[in-house]
């Protein structure tokens, strides 16, 4: 998941990212978006953009623009929340050497920032599902939140199924202590 | 917001919604969508659609495909919600004409759905935000749930901006409370 | 059949239209055109363009565009001659104001314009067809004049038919007289 | 100007035409139309098909539809007229085959067809304008009609001008002249 | 084949081609490409282009770009070769005159270029295949060469079909054969 | 680049190829092609089909379609020519199983395929030239060749330069010598 880096005419920054799934990354194949993007596609790329823009003073960016290719080799299971955790990384490893050289301010870096998916599969709450486990899960949540434990982004979407609000209470619980083990183990040295 | 009905050849039915805003619905034009769907119209119309699909009982529908056209006449505040709540209403009148016709049985109608926006304004939460509210909000929420007080979608999009746990369980009880008042209103009579 | 202005770097104005079905409007849902538009609506938002251009002195109108949405929510009827009549109307109201302010001069306005349809149902001529009337109708012609008599635009079209000089002579009247109304009626008190 | 045939499954027949300019059929290169019809292009090949179809009988035509394929070459005055005066005798030429081996009926043919455009060029009414006079223009008038005297169709598009009842009428007449001209020098011989 | 020049805000020139086939300049009528072109069109412009930029020197064409409008009226052979050498005659009757009239040096001409196609038909090499000799060919070369007998571009395909060394080496030779004849009876008094 | 097969309801088999950078594999980030492939991307697509198809008895595939996606992670030299070759082992593999298994006739392999790039480097001929000595080379030539020493493809393309008889002739023995090698090391014992 490369970050890539442009200079622009405008003053401040921004960061956006790209999202797509290799023809067969998935068990059926998929076909390339060749003629416009699909709807999932555009939702997707935007959610990342939009979690990964909230991890950086992007003021401190300088006229620069980041993009984040998200091109998915093999999809089991929340390609999205992965992409905005992956992208992450990406973004503070290019940052870091442009803080190191002294180009940005390394006050750039807010609260890390992850995702990740959680369901409710036969009762039982179960983190970052698979592709099997997806898809047949009765609620699916994903979350995004930064190591001050603020939420960035939420999506229960619930298609064919509904959710009470204690389901949601123990998913969103389940998902934070997900995220900031994901911080903890694998982003927090990094950024 | 008219529902139209077609016949398919597949078994079962399906409900799907589209949505535009007319160029002069917001205070400055915007362009019409007529070279492919911008990223925000799909992600809205996908809402739409999986929102309604929640309230019916597509099993019962037959081989009819309904189509919600959510055309925005005037923009001021939620309009996807907005686009919820009165798509259902919409598809409740045109369901009761088959159901009373003897063609759908009545038990396609599940649980009355509706929508609401909600957000967090120096510090206090507002239900149904307008266009000035929205654009100064801390925190927005977007809130589908059903009579039954289940949930359907939640979408909390913090561009720019977090949101603790604490302001999400306010944001998520102001919604309830809007939306329940939304079905005993205005839908609950017609459903 | 709101009238929206921008400001360009050329020099002299312009004056533009567009111009769409809802999807409900008519009886039989029509598409979207989210993918180019049809031969049909670029014929018909071409010459709406062309007749509300010679009903002002686009010299006057300074580095200006006004761009006249035409979007149809009931079609019963001659859409494209509503649409210059109506978008005629809107750009006057458009145009008072910026006389009145003082930004342009009031010679910007020259003689008002309106326009009509008119056929031939079982020999007998008829004003402004609705629907019913247009499909069955022998010959069918889109008249646009201004208050001085003059012609802007003339559209006999007669898919599947033909028509003397006669009749064409008879319509051309009907329409004459039907747009002088039209003017005095509703176009003179407010250009 | 190539007619071509396909068979179709539908019964009854069909006349449609295609037009292009070719790049350098114009004084100043245009640009070759490969990301979609211009809102003119469409416009003149609509006008060339409906003005075709006036001149046969579709339902003698059997399952079959024609193209007719308008490629300008040199375009120096009234294309679109030129393109229905040739491609009515495209068609001719084409039926006429079909009708001497007998599997279609004499009676396709119905009055023959042909057009002309007409402007008034300095207060004198002129045929047939060329490139130079139709850019000078005072107005311009494009007539279909067919051998009979009847009209297919008119348009009358005075972008930036208008014109008189008086003038309109002298143009007529110049134009049914025109035409007639056409029919007995060019096309009645193989109609 | 006329070639168009365009000044740019760049140094130096650039040659460019385009190329399409009229609807009916083939046996079975091709469709127009009107939503983007297909692979073998632009597989060919660029083809054209490449050759064409090898006939001249491009630095001392000044800030002029040419096109070259390859249109196929009939297509019967090789459409693509015929190109290249139509299109290098065009482009150097289009630069005599600029040389004559002094804007561009007469150095601009490097070595002349032709091209042709070359096949192997029941084991004989035929020069400049015909429609009906390229569909039954056992091998298919496109060469592009200049006077200098240096090559400019080789092309053998072989869909359906290998060829060996020893007939690669009779079709080059052919080949080389073919165009420097054309370019002496064609292209050298004209260069 | 694996290979994915679909069953089609037409007699006799089809190979056919996708091919696309990712937005990273090249030193400056390349755009997405998501309006359309570029004409290069085409071109590519197409010569690694035809190149795949001359490996196999389509005749013995059944109503089967493979498609072989060539998505490049890292592009350093001749990604056309490694996307044959490795296609080809590609699909080598997926019919193995399939002959294995009895649903296709071992007849079905032909003359193992690869191919190379081979270029002329101050003088001196290069086999599979990477990124650095392909932007210096004189000359350029991608070869298609199967085992038994035949021809499929042959593509000199010297933009910008030309090349004689006797460079054409070193470098098809480099190509010959580097695909007889590349077959016997990779290809043959998978085959």
């Known amino acids: ?39 999932r596609t555009q939702e997707i790329k935007r959610l990342i953009g939009r979690s990964l823009r909230a991890g950086f003073n992007l003021g401190l960016l300088g006229n620069r623009t980041f993009i984040v290719d998200c091109d998915v080799l093999q999809a089991d299971g929340g390609t ?37 998916s959680v369901g409710i599969l036969s009762g039982t709450p179960v983190l970052d599902l698979n592709y099997a486990e997806d898809s047949q899960a009765e609620a699916d949540l994903n979350v995004v939140m930064n190591q001050a434990g603020e939420f960035i982004e939420i999506q229960g979407t619930g298609e064919g199924s509904t959710f009470s609000r204690e389901v949601l209470d123990t998913m969103l619980e389940y998902a934070e202590s997900g995220i900031q083990q994901l911080i903890s183990k694998h982003i927090s040295d990094i950024s």
């Open 1 to 39: 998941m490369p970050a890539w880096m442009e200079k622009s005419d405008l003053p401040g920054g921004w960061i956006t990212a790209e999202y797509a799934l290799l023809p067969r990354s998935t068990t059926t194949r998929v076909r390339r978006e060749t003629q416009g993007l699909s709807g």
């Open 80 to 116: 999205r929340t992965a992409s905005v955790t992956g992208g992450y990384a990406a973004l503070c490893l290019a940052l870091k050497d442009l803080v190191e050289g002294g180009s940005i301010s390394s006050e750039v870096f807010l609260s890390p920032v992850a995702a990740i």
